[in-house]
C-alpha cells in the first residue's frame, strides 16, 4: 500500500478526536490509582504490554505517513501506559518510588530508541516499494495489543464475570479513541487494513470487558439489593460466606497455588494444634 498522501480534512478531525482521548485516556486510571492506592484487577502485564504495542505501533503509523493525529497518539499511548504499569509495580509489588520510576524511565528510552530504529529502517524501505518489513511491525502491534486484552479476560474469569480495579471512564475513552482513530482510517483516500484490524480489535476485546460486567450486575442484583438494606456491600457478603465457610455462586475463583497454600495452611494449623495438646498432656 502507498504511503498517505492529501489526507482529506474529516481524516485529520477524526484522528485528532482518536488522539485527544487516547493521549487523556488512562488519566482516570491514573487518578483512580493514586487515590486508593490499589490496582487490584488492573493486570501488569496489560498495561506493559500496551505500552511495548506504541513501539510498532507508533513505527507503522509513522512509515504509512499516516495523519499527523495517529502518528502522535502512540507515542502518547506508550507513556501513559507506562504510568499504570509503575503505579502497579509500586502499588501492588511493593516497589519504592525510586525504582519504580526508574525502571518505567529506562523502559521509556529503550522503547523509544527502537522505535526511531524502526522508523529510520523502514521508512525508505517502505518508499522504495518494499512492503514487507511494515506488514511485519503491523502484524506485531496488532498482536501485543490483543495480548493486553486478553489478562483483564483473567481477571474477568476469576471474580465471574465481574470487572474489578479497571476505571470505566478510562475504558470508555480508549474505546471511543479506537473507533474514532478507525473512522479516520475510514475516510482517508484508501483504508488501511492493518491499522483497521488494531483499532478494531481493541472496540471488540474492550466491549465483551464492558458486556462481561453488565451481565454481572444483573445476575448479582438481588445479592447487591438485599447487602443495601443491611447497609452492606456485596463484598461484605462474599467475606461472610467465606469467614463461615458456606458456599457462595458468585465467590472469587481460586488458583490452584492459592488453593495449594491454604491447603498447607490448614494442615499446619492442625499440626501446631496436635503438638500443643500433647505438650499440655500430663506425664
Not at 480534512?9 to 486510571?29: D, E, K, R, S, Y
Not at 474477568?156 to 473507533?179: E, P, Q, Y
Not at 491499522?195 to 451481565?215: A, K, P
Not at 488458583?255 to 506425664?283: F, L, W
Amino acid at each position: 500500500m502507498a504511503p498517505q498522501e492529501n489526507i482529506p480534512v474529516a481524516a485529520n478531525v477524526l484522528g485528532t478526536l482518536g488522539t485527544i482521548l487516547w493521549c487523556i485516556q488512562t488519566i482516570p486510571q491514573i487518578w483512580t490509582n493514586w487515590r486508593t492506592k490499589k490496582t487490584d484487577g488492573l493486570p501488569g502485564s496489560m498495561m506493559y504490554l500496551w505500552a511495548l504495542c506504541g513501539v510498532p505501533f507508533g513505527a507503522y503509523n509513522i512509515a504509512q505517513r499516516f495523519n499527523v493525529p495517529l502518528q502522535v497518539q502512540p507515542q502518547a499511548f506508550m507513556v501513559l501506559c507506562l504510568v499504570n504499569w509503575c503505579q502497579i509495580m509500586l502499588y501492588n509489588r511493593k516497589w519504592a518510588v525510586w525504582k519504580a520510576v526508574l525502571v518505567g524511565v529506562v523502559n521509556a528510552a529503550a522503547f523509544a530508541g527502537v522505535e526511531t530504529a524502526l522508523i529510520l529502517t523502514l521508512r525508505p524501505l517502505y518508499d522504495a516499494g518494499n512492503e514487507t518489513g511494515v506488514l511485519v511491525v503491523g502484524i506485531i502491534a496488532n498482536i501485543l495489543l490483543a495480548m493486553g486484552l486478553l489478562p483483564p479476560y483473567g481477571e474477568i474469569w476469576k471474580r465471574r464475570g465481574r470487572v474489578v480495579g479497571i476505571n470505566f471512564v478510562f475504558l470508555s475513552m480508549d474505546w471511543l479513541g479506537a473507533f474514532f482513530s478507525l473512522m479516520s482510517l475510514a475516510v482517508q483516500n484508501s483504508f488501511d487494513i492493518l491499522g483497521g484490524v488494531l483499532y478494531i480489535v481493541c472496540i471488540l476485546l474492550e466491549s465483551g470487558i464492558f458486556l462481561s460486567h453488565i451481565i454481572w450486575l444483573f445476575r448479582t442484583r438481588k445479592i447487591r439489593k438485599e447487602a443495601k438494606l443491611r447497609g452492606k456491600t456485596f463484598d461484605d457478603i462474599a467475606a461472610e460466606h467465606e469467614e463461615h465457610g458456606t458456599p457462595f455462586k458468585f465467590a472469587e475463583r481460586k488458583s490452584r497455588k492459592q488453593i495449594k497454600e491454604e491447603r498447607n495452611d490448614v494442615e499446619m494449623g492442625v499440626a501446631r494444634q496436635e503438638v500443643m495438646a500433647n505438650t499440655d498432656q500430663p506425664q
